[in-house]
């Protein structure tokens, strides 16, 4: 979605809770789930679960009701029932599935909550299809197969889109090599693109997994000849 999403009064907020107390935090007046969403606030869902659209649902605050609209192939499950490219109200308890990995139970978050959810809370907080992934090390990136990002041992408050996706694991079974502009960009898309896409696809995934994406560590060009991928760190910077 394009232009500047506006930040909803914390009332009006609401959160979908997992399995092993994993949470999201609803306070955009838009959020869409699927595999190949990556606006502010949206629900990127595992990209090797083929039951879910790049955009499946969407969940749409409007007139201080939230609604679950349908946009997929597929369909959603809310409280066991599919529906189609239709809208319906939720509320609180009300439970919804998507594919095969994702489901969580709809809350809504008001004044009179007895532990009230902040933004702040949840900023090491995100949506993790499978609970039971754990880094096999607490040094360095590592990008679990639900495309969820985890820096030094902290699963970090952002997933990646299927493109972004696909260019750390292919850069990450190559650490510390550099690999030339054509091979990485067939890697990433299957077909031939410019370099201007692959840069601005290592920025935006920069803004995702480094401390300072102005001074990368992890995610460093070659000018004029590739990408590395540094999944320790690395203190060369670009070139």
């Known amino acids: 979605m394009t232009g500047q999403r506006e930040t909803i009064q914390p009332i009006q907020a609401a959160l979908l809770q997992g399995a092993g107390n994993v949470r999201i935090l609803l306070n955009l007046p838009l959020i869409r ?115 969820a990002i985890w820096r030094d041992g902290v699963c970090l408050p952002a997933n990646l889109s299927r493109t972004e996706y696909r260019l750390l694991k292919f850069l990450s079974k190559r650490p510390g090599d550099v690999c030339d502009y054509e091979t990485t960009i067939h890697a990433v898309w299957g077909m031939a693109r410019d370099k201007d896409s692959l840069h601005e696809l290592i920025y935006r995934v920069r803004r995702k997994i480094e401390v300072d994406p102005a001074q990368p560590k992890y995610l460093i060009i070659r000018a004029g000849i590739g990408v590395v991928f540094f999944s320790l760190g690395s203190d060369s910077g670009t070139q």
């Open 33 to 147: 789930i699927g595999r190949g969403v990556s606006g502010e606030g949206d629900i990127v869902v595992a990209p090797d679960d083929t039951q879910v659209s790049r955009e499946h649902a969407r969940l749409i605050l409007d007139l201080g009701r939230w609604l679950l609209e349908d946009c997929s192939r597929n369909g959603t499950l809310v409280n066991g029932e599919i529906i189609h490219t239709q809208r319906v109200v939720l509320g609180a308890g009300d439970r919804i599935q998507i594919g095969s990995s994702f489901d969580f139970v709809f809350k809504d978050l008001n004044v009179t909550d007895a532990s009230p959810v902040t933004d702040q809370q949840f900023a090491a907080q995100q949506f993790v299809p499978n609970t039971r992934e754990t880094p096999p090390t607490d040094k360095g990136i590592w990008i679990s197969p639900s495309a």
